[in-house]
């Protein structure tokens, strides 16, 4: 799934790309190729999110709960 996200979004980078070439002033070529950049940054991040895993670590314990657990009397 993460794949076809990835596709997707360079897809349309690529449509963005396409437009700006044939755009005729230069405030939509500008717009246009910053779409562009922003759906490769989104694939990027999807790529990167796909390869990430994730680990839950427990929260550490309080000094006072350490110093009950190390320091009985």
Same mark, same amino acid.
């Given at each position: 799934?993460?794949?076809? *996200?990835? @596709?997707?979004y360079?897809?349309?980078? /690529?449509?963005?790309? #396409?437009?700006? !070439?044939?755009?005729?002033d230069?405030? /939509? !070529?500008?717009?246009?190729? @910053?779409?562009? *950049? ?6 990027? *991040?999807a790529?990167?999110? #796909? ?5 839950? @670590?427990?929260?550490?314990? /309080?000094?006072?709960?350490? @110093?009950r657990?190390y320091? !009985?009397d």
């Open positions: 799934m993460n794949n076809d *996200r990835v @596709e997707l360079r897809a349309n980078a /690529s449509k963005c790309a #396409g437009l700006a !070439k044939n755009a005729s230069i405030q /939509s !070529k500008l717009t246009l190729l @910053e779409m562009a *950049r922003a759906w490769l940054l989104l694939a990027d *991040r790529l990167m999110n #796909g390869q990430t895993c994730l680990v839950y @670590e427990p929260p550490m314990p /309080s000094l006072r709960e350490l @110093e657990q320091f !009985k």
